[in-house]
């Protein structure tokens, strides 16, 4: 039940000393401050690198040719290979587990320009996909559409296009779709632009600055043969990606003629396991966090704890006169308890409220800020924010306990002589 005059009293106490009052306060609003912004902080590391792999499948992984370490079947160590197209039949029909497959070509390296339209030039990326990759690494169209299965068939001449192409190459209000591009020497028509979902590139360079065609169609228009460079798979739902990756690499070492025993000669990269080591790592920073913050915000509890012992001493004959007079042990004890309560619960409130308007100042700027952002969006949700106010509440019950038992300890006769 609320007491308008236990709440005057109480202020009126606190206003007699007020820089101890506001020093005590100090280091608890700084633990809570400190939690807050830590919390914060942590949480916008979080988004800004999950928020740049989130939409890439979590299942998937990928795989490329390395030099082999061991020697095999008649064959040096140290021998170049490729996977062919009869391995993406093969995995299609042998391999159940796999619910994505898309093997990947990368196009020839080159030493300045390989895209020409008109008097522009520019160096991009250039990847031999099939549809089924938009599947694992998620891409928008913004104008056009992607590639799809009637371009592979027909191996058409076709392309999709990064944004950063499309400035390049086109002029700001001029519609791409249906112009034609030189790619390494073959025209190809611009059917969409696309817009990445995530940062992760599987080839290397920037997203934005990526040129996809038909995988098909790379094969044919730039002799590559029946050689491919890279596969992206996804497992089945009750599939670990991991599992999968173990059985692909033994298919693939046994068509190809590896050494089991060879480490070195098929390079593998699964996102499972980069997630589970992100998860790990976030996990780790809150716990950190929390600890941190909860011993500040100990410290300060201990500062307002031995602030009210100071107290309860010089009110020795205060509380004597009270207990004299009828008050009991309880009605002292709730008094000092509540007045420790509301020290810290304001102060604590004060670096809640101040903690959680620097982070959305800081939001704001990092919303106008340009590129990419590896730091976005820092926050507290309401979880947080109320274990941190039920934190401060039973902080400031043990602060006060301690001293208001002492107070009750002493009895009424010695209290009202003591002399401080």
């Given at each position: 039940?609320?007491?308008?005059?236990?709440?005057?009293?109480?202020?009126?106490?606190?206003?007699?000393?007020?820089?101890?009052?506001f020093m005590t306060a100090f280091g608890?609003?700084?633990?809570?401050?400190?939690?807050?912004?830590?919390?914060?902080?942590?949480?916008?590391?979080?988004?800004?690198?999950?928020?740049?792999?989130?939409?890439?499948?979590?299942?998937?992984?990928?795989?490329?040719?390395?030099?082999?370490?061991?020697?095999?079947?008649?064959?040096?160590?140290?021998?170049?290979?490729?996977?062919?197209?009869t391995d993406i039949y093969y995995i299609r029909e042998k391999v159940k587990e796999v619910e994505y497959l898309s093997p990947r070509l990368f196009g020839w390296?080159?030493?300045?320009?390989?895209?020409?339209?008109?008097?522009?030039?520019?160096?991009?990326?250039?990847?031999?996909d099939y549809p089924d990759y938009f599947k694992i690494?998620?891409?928008?169209?913004i104008k056009g559409r992607l590639i799809n299965e009637i371009d592979i068939l027909q191996e058409r001449k076709v392309c999709v296009i990064g944004e950063r192409v499309l400035e390049?190459?086109?002029?700001?209000?001029?519609?791409?779709?249906?112009?034609?591009?030189?790619?390494?020497?073959?025209?190809?028509?611009?059917?969409?632009?696309?817009?990445?979902?995530?940062?992760?590139?599987?080839?290397?360079?920037?997203?934005?600055?990526?040129i996809i065609i038909p995988f098909s169609t790379m094969q044919k228009a730039y002799n590559y043969g029946n050689v491919v460079h890279f596969f992206s798979v996804t497992s089945k739902k009750g599939t670990k990606v991991s599992d999968l990756e173990v059985k692909l690499k033994k298919i693939l070492k046994e068509r190809h003629k590896v050494a089991p025993e060879d480490l070195q000669a098929i390079g593998s990269f699964n996102i499972e396991k980069e997630f589970v080591k992100f998860s790990a790592l976030f996990l780790g920073i809150q716990v950190l966090t929390w600890i941190v913050g909860i011993g500040t915000l100990l410290a300060g509890v201990i500062g307002v704890?031995?602030?009210?012992?100071?107290?309860?001493?010089?009110?020795?004959?205060?509380?004597?006169?009270?207990?004299?007079?009828?008050?009991?042990?309880?009605?002292?004890?709730?008094?000092?308890?509540?007045?420790?309560v509301f020290l810290t619960v304001m102060a604590g409130?004060?670096?809640?409220?101040?903690?959680v308007g620097v982070l959305e100042i800081l939001n704001q700027i990092l919303l106008k800020a340009e590129g990419e952002m590896f730091f976005r969006n820092p926050e507290v949700n309401l979880t947080m924010a109320l274990s941190a106010l039920a934190v401060l509440?039973?902080?400031?019950?043990?602060?006060?306990?301690?001293?208001?038992?002492?107070?009750?300890?002493?009895?009424?006769?010695?209290?009202?002589?003591?002399?401080?």
């Open positions: 039940m609320f007491d308008l005059d236990l709440w005057t009293e109480i202020v009126s106490a606190l206003k007699k000393n007020r820089l101890r009052s608890v609003f700084w633990g809570i401050f400190m939690l807050i912004i830590m919390s914060g902080a942590g949480k916008a590391l979080e988004n800004g690198v999950l928020d740049g792999v989130k939409a890439f499948a979590t299942n998937s992984a990928f795989f490329w040719t390395e030099r082999t370490s061991v020697p095999y079947a008649g064959f040096q160590r140290g021998r170049r290979w490729n996977y062919e197209n390296q080159q030493n300045g320009d390989n895209t020409i339209r008109g008097e522009r030039t520019g160096a991009f990326n250039v990847f031999g690494d998620r891409w928008t169209p390049v190459m086109f002029a700001k209000d001029e519609d791409p779709i249906g112009q034609y591009l030189k790619i390494s020497g073959v025209y190809f028509q611009v059917v969409g632009v696309i817009h990445a979902e995530t940062r992760i590139n599987i080839g290397g360079g920037k997203k934005e600055e990526t704890s031995n602030i009210m012992l100071v107290i309860i001493k010089e009110r020795t004959q205060e509380i004597g006169i009270q207990r004299a007079i009828g008050a009991t042990p309880g009605t002292v004890i709730k008094h000092i308890v509540a007045e420790s409130y004060i670096g809640l409220s101040l903690g509440v039973v902080a400031g019950i043990i602060a006060g306990l301690i001293p208001a038992k002492r107070a009750v300890s002493i009895k009424p006769i010695d209290a009202i002589r003591d002399e401080g």
